[in-house]
């Protein structure tokens, strides 16, 4: 998601000023994305040069309002009919970190495993207090708490299966020594072609 | 009864071991752990880490090899077996992931069942069933039986029945197992709000989504704590200070 379509979409309900857009953003999203002053006032300069918005003039202490163009709201009923594609959020830097740390040799890859699911279990525990405490009629951030937790779920899932796969493949290469970090320096080696290769 | 000052549960280095010599396998392995009232403790595991020998030794069930289990500050292993039956029915309760909820039984008489054991007349065991109904949201179901009821509904009675009296322990294994998500949060909900009104736990889940409600997470591998988040601190909240 962009912020452009962030600010299209409370465009929707009327004109309004920058700091209402900032502020009403933000309550829509929980403190997952917090914005400054500047990101707003950018993007609404270019929403605008893009002829997606259009400012209204401004009030008495020279705040300028905003207002949704037709163009706009096309583009935003365009952004909701179309659904996000994975492939365009940001590279999964975890999974590049653990593909990577399989390659250098002397790092324990299960350490990695076990810190990274205990911190996103922290955080999973951090989002339930939150939804915990979240009105029951705030659907707007319970969806977007939900989204998050199942998220954390997921990595957490994924983190498992990581942990059970290291495991087997440190048997098959070395079926006495259980853990990563005690595998010969040759046996890095050999993951670091593999590791090059692709 | 006046309660506990301490822990409501406490596994002192705690080891299980079954069978001897070659074959002997290590269910758990130098284990510690405390889990006092208003608490929320979960663990979580790959299958055969150990999670339900720790639940069996918890509640009493079964007994360790090593270390000491103590249950309101009392170690079960300096206890009679009459003495570990009788602090079972009266300080713990248990919840599954199947329910287990007597089928021939309605709702209220299911919950009474456990005063009614332990001696509580008749009378007296309904009235708390029907008040341990009303605390978990489901005093109309008392005249139910368990097979004209949903599965979260179920679990409700069940978290009822676990509760009811004076019982200040929970032990609850893949609670929200059969469940689905919406429903299994719900019960997720009310185990942590049963908790919060005084009653300690030790939850065992394989889902982290319902792992989250607890304080602290412990994660077994081998018989092993691997991994502990330990306590929320403050400085962790800063998502809801921010907002
Ligand atoms: N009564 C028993 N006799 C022998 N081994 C057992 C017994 N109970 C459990 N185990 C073994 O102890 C280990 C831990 O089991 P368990 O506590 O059931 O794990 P989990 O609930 O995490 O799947 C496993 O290796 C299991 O096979
Ligand atoms: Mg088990």
Known sequence: MSIRHGLLALLDEGPKYGYQLRQEFERATGATWPLNVGQVYTTLTRLERDGLVRGEGSDESGRVGYALTDEGRTELHRWFATPISRETRPRDELAIKLALATTVPGVDVTAIVQGQRTSTLRTLRELTRLKKAAAEDDLPWLLVLDSMIFQAEAEVRWLDHCESRLARSSRSTAPARPSAENRPADDHTATDHEGVRR | ?243
Do not use: C
């Open chain 2, 1 to 243: 009864m006046t309660p506990h000052a301490g822990p409501v549960l406490e596994l002192r280095e705690v080891s299980r071991v079954h069978g001897q010599g070659e074959t002997a396998v290590h269910a758990l392995r130098g284990l510690s752990l405390a889990v006092t009232t208003g608490e929320l403790v979960a663990v979580m595991g790959p299958s055969g880490s150990g999670k339900s020998t720790l639940l069996h030794l918890a509640g009493g069930l079964d007994s360790p090899t090593v270390g000491e289990v103590l249950v309101e500050g009392q170690d079960l292993g300096t206890l009679s077996k009459a003495a570990v039956a009788g602090l079972r029915r009266r300080s713990i309760g248990y919840v599954f992931q199947d329910f287990n909820l007597i089928p021939a039984l309605t709702a209220v008489e299911n919950v009474a069942l456990p005063l009614e054991l332990d001696g509580v007349p008749s009378r007296r065991a309904r009235k708390e069933a029907t008040q341990a109904l009303a605390e978990v949201g489901v005093k109309e179901l008392a005249g139910r039986f368990p097979d004209d009821m949903s599965g979260g509904q179920q679990q409700r009675v069940a978290i009822a029945r676990a509760l009811v009296g004076d019982r200040r322990l929970v032990l609850a294994d893949e609670p929200t197992g059969a469940l689905d998500s919406e429903t299994g949060e719900a019960v997720m909900r009310l185990l942590r709000a049963r908790i919060d009104a005084g009653a300690a736990g030790l939850l065992v889940t394989h889902e982290a989504r319902h792992a989250g409600w607890a304080d602290r997470i412990v994660f077994l591998r081998d018989g092993r704590a691997v991994d502990d988040t330990g306590y929320a601190s403050d400085a962790e909240s800063l998502l809801e200070e921010s907002r």
